[in-house]
């Protein structure tokens, strides 16, 4: 039959959706009222639609954030923390990305950074901006043993090709200078092609030591290719005594939300 050609052409062409959506409608006697270019149109949607939510889980899925369930909605701003809504809002639109900036989230351990950073992330990806999760530890590890076995160029660009890339955990640990020279690379081959979310313990201002003790020209390098015009978000308590880990007020793992 001419419908059933018609299916099975549609399946060939990998329209999988529109062929349901086709089928449903030769089984549905009111849709014989309904005019061509609207029931035509109306399979179209249903293929784009399909082919959208089948991306977006494709980017979310490729993103490996640690916390994939984080929004931007759920952001707590009444656990006795100093957060700026405003500027939080502002950046869930992804405009900082277009502009090829930075975002630098501090905080103690418990004050929500990784949450925040991965509520970027999924917003990032709605917009199906490619995202990239990773702690600073592992990617450090990664560019070592791809430098052993000749294969850094490849494994770099595993982090410069992500338009967004979460490293979780920075300088959490002093750099050496061979792990100083591999970051280098990497922010050298990000700066104004795509945006990085850095996420710490420590304060800017105490990065320099943590980069080969603040002696190493690459400290210098490193920290003018990632400061110029970036966001910060500086999450501090209003009132330590107070202070109530973002693992409780969020409902997660102990192991999650630094």
Not at 4 to 25: H, V
Not at 31 to 55: A, H, I, Q, Y
Not at 174 to 197: G, P, Y
Request: proline letters at 2%.
């Amino acid at each position: 039959m001419i419908n059933q050609s018609t299916i099975d052409k549609l399946i060939e062409m990998r329209l999988t959706s529109m062929a349901d959506a086709f089928r449903i409608q030769m089984d549905d006697l009111a849709m014989k009222e309904v005019p061509f270019e609207d029931r035509f149109g109306m399979l179209v949607d249903v293929e784009s639609t399909n082919r959208k939510n089948n991306r977006l889980k494709r980017l979310i899925r490729n993103a490996e954030l640690k916390q994939p369930d984080a929004s931007i909605a759920a952001i707590d701003y009444t656990s006795g923390r100093k957060l700026n809504k405003s500027l939080i809002t502002q950046l869930a639109t992804c405009e900082y990305i277009a502009e090829y900036r930075n975002i630098f989230i501090t905080g103690a351990t418990g004050s929500g950074k990784t949450y925040m950073a991965c509520a970027f992330g999924m917003e990032a990806c709605k917009q199906y901006y490619t995202v990239k999760y990773v702690r600073l530890p592992d990617l450090l590890l990664d560019l070592q043993a791809a430098r052993a076995d000749g294969n850094f160029v490849n494994v770099l660009k595993k982090y410069t090709n992500p338009l967004l890339l979460i490293i979780d955990e920075w300088l959490l640990l002093k750099l050496t200078e061979s792990e100083a020279r591999d970051l280098f690379e990497l922010i050298h081959k990000r700066r104004k092609r795509s945006s990085t979310i850095f996420c710490s313990q420590y304060r800017e201002s105490e990065w320099y030591q943590q980069i080969c003790g603040g002696e190493s020209t690459l400290a210098d390098a490193i920290m003018d290719r990632i400061s110029y015009d970036s966001y910060k978000i500086d999450i501090e308590s209003t009132d330590p005594s107070k202070d109530i880990s973002m693992r409780e007020v969020y409902g997660l793992d102990p192991a999650q939300a630094k």
